[in-house]
Structure formats: C-alpha cells, structure tokens
C-alpha cells in the first residue's frame, strides 16, 4: 500500500485546512488510517484514526472538537478537516495505515506511512 499525504501549506491562526491521504496499491484490504504530526524537535504525536467503515474515530486531545478525520473509500482517500488552527499545530503531518492496533496512538503498530505534508499555522 502507498499512501500520499497533500494538503499542507501556510495559514494563519484561526484558519483551517484541509488534508488528504489517497491510497494506492492493495486498497482491497481493510484498513484503519491515522494521523500523526511531528513538530520541529519533538516527537511523533498521534492526531487522528479512522477505522476502514468510517464508524469508530478517536483524536488526540489536543485536537479534539477543531478536526475532523473522515473517509471515501470509494476514492481510496481519507481527510483530516483542521479548523481554529494555532501555531502549535504546526508541524509535518503524516498518514498511516493498519490493519488491526491494539493501541491506535503508537506510531510502531501502524505498517504503512506516507511521505508528509508541512502545515505551518503563524500567529
């Protein structure tokens, strides 16, 4: 599976963004996609999955009621919907796919990954 992230680019605080993640490759199979960011410095942060229905999501608390993870499995594509951005969400945002997690925020379950899309929020 390949997954391409885009979407990323410059806005200021209060505004919004939206990502997607297109998949490609064995799409047949069932997978939940996440998302992570990795601001300069810091850790890998969980941010976002989706299960493969679109029924079960969970976010990260520090982004929890701003964005919006969803999916069209008919085009092979998920989004993550960021609004009231802030300069800490700053960061370069990956998706990620899993076939089954026993803990959806660890970075290392996840076995496939995207190349990244910069998100820069200035205040």
């Known amino acids: 599976v390949q997954l391409q992230a885009s979407g990323g680019g410059l806005v200021q605080a209060g505004g919004s963004l939206r990502l997607s993640c297109v998949g490609s490759?064995?799409?047949?199979?069932?997978?939940?996609v996440g998302w992570f960011r990795q601001a300069r410095g810091k850790e890998r942060e969980f941010v976002a999955v989706?299960?493969?229905?679109?029924?079960?999501?969970y976010y990260g608390e520090s982004v929890k009621g701003r964005f919006t993870i969803s999916r069209d499995n008919a085009k092979n594509t998920v989004y993550l919907e960021m609004n009231s951005l802030k300069p800490e969400d700053t960061a370069v945002y990956y998706c990620?796919?899993?076939?089954?997690?026993?803990?959806?925020?660890?970075?290392?379950?996840?076995?496939?990954w995207g190349q990244g899309t910069l998100v820069t929020v200035s205040s």
């Open positions: 990620a796919a899993v076939h089954y997690y026993s803990n959806y925020a660890a970075a290392s379950e996840y076995d496939y």
């Open positions: 490759g064995r799409t047949r199979s069932r997978y939940a």
């Open positions: 989706i299960s493969w229905s679109g029924g079960t999501t």
